[in-house]
């Protein structure tokens, strides 16, 4: 057990991963001598050579392009996109390729990669360093979509992801990198050590793939939620003291629909929180579902707080972010309907 | 300073158009045997000129001249003859099959079948090209069965890939034939990927990545190229330029001023421009570049120049955009034709021979058919259980899946 | 006035465009002497000439760059995509470019373009000729996204399409090219001359985007669709005999709440159809909507029938597509419920 | 056959890492005055050595000489100078408000003023240019009014982009600057679609496309060249060398065997190597493009050799990935100081005006910086109203959007 940062867990996974499997090989833009623009492949390629972590041209269509080639090959390709607003460019070989593979080839090659990629806002970053593209991902079948909110869970699932057959998806809330943050950009930075989420096991463990986990329990409304957005519901309901339930997705596809049902059963209520753009978000599919799965135990409509319909700005970034005041009136709403 | 004239956008077009004469000055030949072989690890810098030339070893009379003969037996070339010649009965017969109703869809690689089945020799077991849906020569030269390929394009029961891919889009693993992606340009990348893997995994397997010349316009060209030219893998990049891109002539992908084998000079990697219908010079430039692979010497770019015969597929009517009789004024010629005679004028082959092994092939294609056929075509006789559409998305079929299959009641 | 297929009155919209405005231009993979492989664009190469109707590089993401470039100039583009399918290299250039000009400029330059392209399935087409991407381009806030279901109305949301100063994807069912389709491969195809949507006026005229248009009225059940899906439904109505009020939503972004909201409130239930895979489709930010806008109304959650959450396959093309059969059931569950 | 070898990757590495002495023995640098000035209509296959070799004027006496010296006259000259130290200054002035907190990031061209000044020069008004994050030089050059500039950077409410940006990434059509993207290389494409059009509509104005050496590996310099080639439009495209990208060396981008310029050769596209310290060289071969492109005569690419020689950007380290005094080093030289020289052996300027200059830009800067303050930095005092987010997304702001203004209730 060490106090990690969110940072040092998903360092150490990848450590931990090419410790005991040869075929893990971890690249991206500036990756391999400096470690990685947030420092998440720190010492790795000092530690297992140029040949096993390496800096890539700035090409996410072939660093994801090359990544296939080398999971079809057999390898188990860790490939970091610098900034997820940058991995469009190579969305067309995550979703013809990467995803479609073992399919369209009845199971003889498939890509077993992982993509990383920091994601969200709160950084002053602005349209091109602050974007929530999951969505994007979850309607693309063959892919798996994983985004954690803590050290704990970084390192466990990034395993997961590794060891996984399928290509996953890995968003890193790059505002959670170096500490928890509720959404309060006024208060004092807090760092991980403070958070009993930042205790990591040393060596080898899992959090699987489409396990869910409750973060806060209550009876009053269910919050569905994930990465920063754990944070920033927990915070709104300590500060409206709404007896909301919080669950922290983790994975997104595969989806732990039973947890999502039982609390909803439960409380009859629900709010789902992200910080992607409302518009076939991927509230809209949690909303879908909800109301699918719990129809006739909805005391209210489903409502959903997130990123407007707009591109993320900079210097309207805190009236942008869905922080806990609104989210906080999103609660008090849902308990009054 | 003057004032400055209008200025206009340049379209390239085609010297002919259907009903005008055909026209291939523009299409850069040298004579056979003219451009030397150099050493596998030259300095790519010594060699630019290759992507300006072109090497040829069958000369007009169907000799083998120059320092690319190579060291191909008669056995050897009569194998190779009969591989493109069964290449081209195969595709006779999907064609028919498709006319048939059997299938939806078929491309034929007719004209160009010395590239891949050359390709294919220069190659060793456990390789891995990365086709398009052009190289099914790769899979009959390396001897995979038809029958096989037959079952995929009739999406039928035994079709290992349950009917879920456009015929012809074959994968054959154990062959060394990667899954053919309908997207263009894909997996020219995946080939530089594999290439690295095998070189970072101490291996001695390498790869071979095709494209054609419309698809180089594609942005996974360049991604390839750059990754080869950073790592230097072991990989041969493979340009087939068959002069069409469906509709659009080889200039609307920058072919009307440049060459596509200079492609590689801004990455530093060595080039060939390769007479693509004459199978020894595929061999002797593949053989060239697989050594240069196995050599860690890195990757090598090769521009195949050749015609597509045919039209582009079953969906495509050429007649439209080009003249009909085009193919027959192709200075490069039938590849098939030119092996015969090459192989005659050594003395190793007869027109009697060839007529046998004509018929031969035919009959090889038509037992497979009818093999084939006896397990299903696409609207007749068994297929692919609706179950099987759930399946392999994931290795494990999760609960989302199991739902929708239950859902459709299979 | 004249009867005119998808295809002709499609044609007829640039060719009416490219008439009165000389800053309309046409482009994309064998658009320019061939007329496209769907034969869009036939003819209009030779009526306008080369530099304002051409082919274009294998390149979609070139072929959008350039379009974006085009229109930031001050010309009117309209591109073709071969295929929906084939659109994901050029998917950075329409997110990050083509939906962020205008507001990251401050208004100074913006992409007055349209980018077509055939989507759907039906055609045997397989994994690379089906696709329905339609929600992955309304999660993108700068995009406007529409899909027209018939001649009449694809004349006039081409033309408005691209009168509009904002980027528009507009999307072709192919399957609807030469006659509309109930889902029935097994009856024979039907041209367009026998529907009454396929009277289409001579010259100019439009159809707004962000207005849907009722299909079928009705008191049991609100189905939203839009595309092939239509001519489904309409299938599934009469085969069934279910009352159900059949919406066509035509422009996907914007979206016609008013529509929407107004004939849920009236049936009480309402069913989603779509063509695209289920997770993440444009179909769960409806389901959302509905749920958020007419929750006391609603008798029954709502439904969604779309393509399975898998690649598209060729063979089991017809139990993949989501026919009349399966549209059917699901609208006699919803009258169940 | 032999047995092959284990295969191996090759990773470059720069020649040099911190503690290590610098070496640019690799960079290929000519003689001042080496290379001819072909005419404007010169066949690309000709000059393609010009890739491999280096445009210089000025030589290390500060005389200039050779071909491209060209006619830029004393005033202009010291214009030039002026504009490098007024765009060093208002770079220093911006770290400076960073550090203090006005701002959240900042980038600078230290080290590379020449290129985007002397470009700019080259050009015209009507012209665009679609520029990265470095080309601030294009628009001080242009003299657009610094305090609009930093109106953007501090996010005020005089920002004409109302903070929606991050920091240098503006937009000024007047001056002939598109808006710049935080994404690499998307704005290439721009730049030859922008002049396709301008070729459609039989105008005379041309464009300028940027991209940085690192960016070039990215797909869409690929679609740029691709069209460029095909299309032929007026458009010059530049590469900006500066050795680094963050902290990857340019061998990564493929600079390792390979030179840029040569990326231009598979495409028939003429291509210029250029000293991008070099106020005169610069000026001489984009006024050489330029002329080129209203010409009608097409598309030219030009490397821009030069160093970056302060941080990446104010998130940055180099101390971390490399020697701390590389610059010093570099052979090309600090192009202020330079081009200062050569205005003194002309008997055109002196130390004391020099230094005269550098206090009256930096009092420019001073002024300019102070008024911008007014209207209210990053955090503190006035800044664009939070309505302003929901605008300009559409051109007409759609239903969903105000319900969502209203919610936020702005
Ligand atoms: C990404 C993508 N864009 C467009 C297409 C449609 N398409 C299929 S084949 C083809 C022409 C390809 O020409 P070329 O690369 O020269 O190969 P050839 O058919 O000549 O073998 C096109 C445009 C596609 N399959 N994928
Ligand atoms: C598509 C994309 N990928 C990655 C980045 C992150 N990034 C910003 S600047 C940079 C380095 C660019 O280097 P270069 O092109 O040489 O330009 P320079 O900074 O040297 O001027 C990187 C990787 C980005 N902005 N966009
Ligand atoms: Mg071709
Ligand atoms: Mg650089």
Known sequence: ?337 | MTSAPRLSLHVPEPTVRPGGKPDFSHVGIAEAGEVPRPPIDVNPSEIRDFAYTMIRVLDDNGDAVGAWVGALTPDDLRKGLRDMMLTRAFDARMLLSQRQGKTSFYIQSLGEEAIATAHRKALKPGDMCFPTYRQQGLLIAYGWPIVDMMCQIFANEQDRLKGRQLPGLYSAKEAGFFTVSGNLGTQYPHAVGWAMASAISGDTRIASGWIGEGATAESDFHSALVFASVYRPPVILNVVNNQWAISSYQGIAGGESAKFAARAHGFAIPSLRVDGNDYLAVYAASLWAAERARANLGPTLIEWVTYRAGAHSTSDDPSKYRPKDEWAAWPLGDPIERLKIHLIRIGAWSEERHKQMQAEVEAEVLEAAKEAESHGTLHDGPKPSAATMFEQVYKDMPRHLREQRQQLGV
Chains 1, 3 share one sequence.
């Open chain 1, 1 to 337: 057990m060490a106090r990690m940062s969110m940072v040092e867990a998903i360092r150490d996974a990848m450590d931990c991963k090419m410790a005991e499997d040869e075929r893990v090989v971890v690249f991206g833009e500036d990756v391999g001598y400096f470690g990685g623009v947030f420092r998440c492949t720190d010492g790795l390629q000092r530690k297992y050579g140029k040949s096993r972590c390496f800096d890539a041209p700035i090409n996410e269509s072939g660093i994801v392009g090359v990544a296939i080639g080398m999971g079809a090959y057999g390898l188990r390709p860790v490939a970091e996109i610098q900034f997820a607003d940058y991995v469009y460019p190579g969305y067309d070989q995550i979703v013809s390729e990467a995803a479609r593979l073992r399919y369209r080839s009845g199971g003889e090659f498939f890509a077993p990669i992982v993509i990383r990629m920091p994601c969200g806002g709160g950084i002053y970053g602005g349209q091109t360093h602050s974007q929530s593209p999951e969505a994007l991902f979850t309607h693309v079948s063959g892919l798996k979509t994983v985004i954690p909110s803590n050290p704990y869970d970084a390192k466990g699932l990034l395993i997961a992801s590794i060891e996984d057959d399928d290509p996953v998806i890995f968003l890193e809330p790059k505002r959670l990198y170096n500490g928890p943050f509720s959404g309060h950009p006024d208060q004092p930075a807090v760092p991980w050590a403070k958070h009993p989420l930042s205790e990591v096991p040393a060596g080898r463990y899992i959090v699987p793939l489409g396990k869910a986990a409750v973060r806060r329990e209550g009876k009053g409304v269910t919050v569905l939620c994930y990465g920063t957005m754990t944070h920033v519901a927990e915070a709104a309901a300590e500060e409206t003291g709404v007896d909301a339930e919080i669950i922290d997705l983790r994975s997104l596809l595969p989806l732990d629909v039973d947890a999502i049902q039982a609390s909803v059963e439960k409380t009859g209520r629900c709010l789902i929180v992200h910080e992607a753009t409302l518009t076939s978000g991927f509230g809209a599919e949690l909303a879908a579902q909800v109301t699918e799965r719990c129809f006739y135990a909805l005391e209210a409509p489903v409502e959903r707080v997130a990123g407007w319909d707009t591109p993320y700005p900079v210097s309207e970034e805190w009236d942008y972010f869905p922080g806990p005041a609104r989210v906080g009136r999103a609660l008090v709403k849902a308990m009054e309907t």
